[in-house]
């Protein structure tokens, strides 16, 4: 019974110690803003950079800057380009990064600070993964691992769940 118990409180911390999504569910066809919350740093060190790379899936993602750290992105071809005001937009945003200006600026361990990319969702109803990666003055943590069904891994990317979209609400005057 005491191993037991120690077993689901070290999962239970263990759960609570990686980087997750505020808003863990999105539906397809509709705006979504990822905010990935960081909730420590690297055994003790400090956070200086974060790295995220979008799943497909995303369409038209926009990062959100942060005081103090500097933005810088990354684009990708699209297999299949599309048509978006009159445009043909043939890449996507495919990371970002978020890299303090100054060790001022880096995110303590024991502080809390949030991450945020605005996209719409295009997903079918499923799953995404964010992967993230956290560089700290000593060490880092890649927050990459997708889990198989039932399954727990130690550094899990963070999950979004689509669903279907759901009817527009009725107007009532």
């Known amino acids: ?41 690297c055994d003790g060190s400090a956070t200086r950079q974060i790295i995220l790379t979008l799943p497909e899936g995303l369409r038209g993602a926009k990062p959100v800057p942060k005081a103090g750290w500097t933005l810088t992105t990354t684009r990708a071809p699209l297999a299949k380009p599309y048509e978006s005001h009159g445009k043909t937009i043939a890449d996507e945003l495919a990371e970002v990064r978020w890299t303090a200006n100054s060790e001022a600026d880096f995110l303590q361990d024991a502080w809390y600070d949030e991450f945020s990319v605005r ?9 995404l993964w964010f992967k993230v990666r956290q560089v700290c003055v000593k060490g880092e943590w890649n927050w990459a691992e997708v889990p198989a069904a039932g399954k727990a891994v130690a550094a899990p990317a963070a999950r979004l769940k689509v669903v279907p979209a759901r009817p527009a609400a009725e107007h009532a005057h």
């Open 1 to 41: 019974m005491k191993q037991s118990l120690a077993l689901l409180l070290a999962a239970a911390s263990a759960a609570q110690a990686h980087i997750t999504l505020e808003t863990p569910e999105a539906e397809t066809g509709k705006p979504y803003k990822a905010v990935l919350r960081v909730g420590h740093g």
């Open 119 to 127: 996209a719409t969702v295009i997903a079918e109803p499923g799953e």
